[in-house]
């Protein structure tokens, strides 16, 4: 019932930028935090950003300066800018949510992941 919907991937040039969204619908609950991860192959899957419901950010050493995570609370709608790509940047980019159903009790959704690559 819960969906999580990432978009805004694609394959981009060294330097280059793209903006990815993400989506979360099917719950009157409200967020906790949203979140972006990544994957690269061989690699293990790294938290990128972060942000909570009141709008604290948190970003891997990685992308500091370069990403911009973004949370529109109306919409439950996250983006992430990404600036300056570097190939090291290539990955399946995945959205988290975390909920709060009740006082004491959160629950996680995943997206199904949007492929960023990043060419040099």
């Known amino acids: 019932q819960v969906q999580v919907v990432e978009s805004g991937g694609g394959l981009v040039q060294a330097g280059g930028s793209l903006r990815l969204s993400c989506a979360a619908s099917g719950t009157s609950y409200s967020i906790n935090d949203m979140s972006w991860y990544r994957q690269a192959p061989g690699k293990q899957r790294e938290l990128v950003a972060l942000?909570?419901?009141?709008?604290?950010?948190e970003y891997v050493d990685s992308v500091k300066a370069r990403f911009t995570i973004s949370l529109d609370n109306a919409k439950n709608t996250m983006y992430l800018q990404m600036n300056s790509l570097k190939p090291e940047d290539t990955g399946m980019y995945f959205c988290r949510c975390e909920f709060q159903i009740r006082r004491s009790a959160s629950q996680v959704y995943w997206g199904q992941g949007t492929q960023v690559t990043v060419s040099s």
């Open positions: 942000i909570t419901r009141d709008g604290t950010e």
